[in-house]
T-cell receptor, first 112, second 113 residues
Framework: NAGVTQTPKFQVLKTGQSMTLQCAQD?????MYWYRQDPGMGLRLIYY???????DKGEVPNGYNVSRLNKREFSLRLESAAPSQTSVYFC???????????FGNGTRLTVT | KQEVTQIPAALSVPEGENLVLNCSFT??????LQWFRQDPGKGLTSLLL?????REQTSGRLNASLDKSSGRSTLYIAASQPGDSATYLC????????????FGKGTKLSVKP
């Protein structure tokens, strides 16, 4: 089982460029999440989708948009990248209630 | 606002030692608490989830306890091994989506052979 798959693994962008981070899960989970991890800040929730067709803002949504394409896929888009968005981005999935989160291996994004 | 603190930030122990990692949170109104392990350059792996109505969970050499009233959780690792070396993260879910986790900054554990 692949679990949660994120692409790409690494990306370098120039300020102002756009890109989409892809995430897919094969565990038939209803809920999916995007987190960012920064040194000294820990992991913070960007957006989540409790079920197919719904999305909600997390703690740090500014500068990002998301799409829950279907039950398997949840993408994160940076419309105009800024150096402050340099981070490691993690996608995760779970069942809605009292279930552990399953994380992908992350996308390391650098914005210059 | 919920805050999660993990002490110590780093810990180095000899192989075979039993150890305790600590996690504290400021708001006791949590839905559940999860412990994760993160290896360098990798994602997080769920170790244990304790529901708010539970006091502890066990998996192999790991035991996690939860005391909501005092806002504390501990992760006990028995007979530590070099393969246990990793960063251990604690996270609490405060409701809404249970994936809306508030994470501590982690404890980096090094187990020396």
């Amino acid at each position: 089982n692949a679990g949660v798959t994120q692409t790409p693994k690494f990306q370098v962008l120039k300020t102002g460029q756009s890109m989409t981070l892809q995430c897919a899960q094969d565990m038939n989970h209803n809920s999916m999440y995007w987190y960012r991890q920064d040194p000294g800040m820990g992991l913070r929730l960007i957006y989540y989708s409790a079920s197919e067709g719904t999305t909600d803002k997390g703690e740090v949504p500014n500068g990002y948009n998301v799409s829950r394409l279907n039950k398997r896929e949840f993408s994160l888009r940076l419309e105009s990248a800024a150096p402050s968005q340099t981070s490691v981005y993690f996608c995760a999935s779970s069942e809605p209630y009292n279930s552990p989160l399953h994380f992908g291996n992350g996308t390391r994004l650098t914005v210059t | 606002k919920q805050e999660v603190t993990q002490i110590p930030a780093a810990l180095s122990v000899p192989e075979g030692e039993n150890l305790v990692l600590n996690c504290s949170f400021t708001d006791s109104a949590i839905y559940n608490l999860q412990w994760f392990r993160q290896d360098p350059g990798k994602g997080l792996t769920s170790l244990l989830l304790i529901q708010s109505s539970q006091r502890e969970q066990t998996s192999g050499r790991l035991n996690a306890s939860l005391d909501k009233s005092s806002g504390r959780s501990t992760l006990y690792i028995a007979a530590s091994q070099p393969g246990d070396s990793a960063t251990y993260l604690c996270a609490v879910s405060g409701g809404g989506s249970q994936g809306n986790l508030i994470f501590g900054k982690g404890t980096k554990l090094s187990v020396k052979p």
